[in-house]
Structure formats: structure tokens, C-alpha cells
């Protein structure tokens, strides 16, 4: 809330400045009459700008750019955990891993599985284990060949 308030604090400061001068009669063509005018109206109105601009929507782009970024970066360290598990992990070895809660790890783990990353089986005792299909077959790459040769 300090930000919409500061921000329409320095816009209407700015306005001000200009209705000043406006009804001052001065030359609107003088170069130190222009400077004047940008110091004193220009500034603080770009400084308002900002400070709405930063209330109504850049400071949540930010923050979903740092979520996306984090959820990426959990990604990666489950992609390598996995590797180092043969490909299979569940969700208390993630949790353990990253030191994070068990359900986080599971909803980091469901969405590697909706995007197909990753298929859920389960144990005969109830144990869900995700099985990482492509992280298991990764020693195959070595005999990998071109598509049109047979």
C-alpha cells in the first residue's frame, strides 16, 4: 500500500508543479525554464510512475519469474537425483534430498509425472514410486543412430 500511496503522492506533486508553472507566465522555451521543469515535475512524476507501475503488476511478474525459476530449479535436482537412484525415487527420498515437505516434494514429483517425465507405480505394500523412463535408459545413448539408418 506505501507504493500506490507514494506513487500518487509524487504524480500529484508533479501536477502541481506543472499548474505552477503554467499559471507563472514564464518562458516555456528557455532552456533553464525546461531543466527547471524537469527537475521539478519530471522526476518525481518518473518516480511515481514507477512506484504504480511496481503496485499494479511488475512486482508480481517478478515474482512469478523467481517461482518459475525455483520450480526449474527443483526440477533439475530431482532429474539428477534421479539419475543417481536409477531412475526411480519417491517422495520421501526428494523430501530428504532437497529438505523440503513431503507434499511439495509430491507436487513437484506430479508435475514432472503430467508433463510425462515421469510415470507413478506402487509397490505391493502401498509405496508410490515415480519411475523416470528416459533418466533410466540414458545408458542407451551411447548406441544411439541416425533416424534413417536401420
Excluded at 504504480?52 to 532429474?79: K, M, V, Y
Amino acid at each position: 500500500m506505501g507504493k500506490l500511496a507514494g506513487g500518487l503522492a509524487l504524480l500529484a506533486l508533479a501536477l502541481f508543479v506543472v499548474w505552477g508553472f503554467l499559471r507563472s507566465g514564464a518562458d516555456p522555451f528557455a532552456l533553464r525554464t525546461l531543466f527547471a521543469l524537469f527537475i521539478a515535475a519530471g522526476l518525481p512524476a518518473a518516480g511515481g510512475g514507477l512506484l504504480l507501475a511496481h503496485h499494479f503488476g511488475a512486482g508480481r511478474r517478478i515474482e512469478r519469474r523467481r517461482e518459475a525459476l525455483r520450480r526449474d530449479t527443483f526440477e533439475a535436482e530431482i532429474l539428477k537425483m534421479a539419475g543417481r537412484h536409477g531412475g526411480r525415487l519417491t517422495a520421501l527420498e526428494v523430501a530428504g534430498e532437497l529438505a523440503v515437505p513431503t507434499d511439495l516434494a509430491e507436487g513437484l514429483l506430479n508435475e514432472l509425472m503430467a508433463r510425462e517425465m515421469a510415470e507413478l507405480e506402487i509397490t505391493d505394500t502401498g509405496l508410490l514410486v515415480y519411475d523416470f523412463h528416459d533418466v533410466r535408459r540414458l545408458s542407451e545413448k551411447e548406441s544411439a543412430r541416425g533416424l534413417l539408418d536401420s
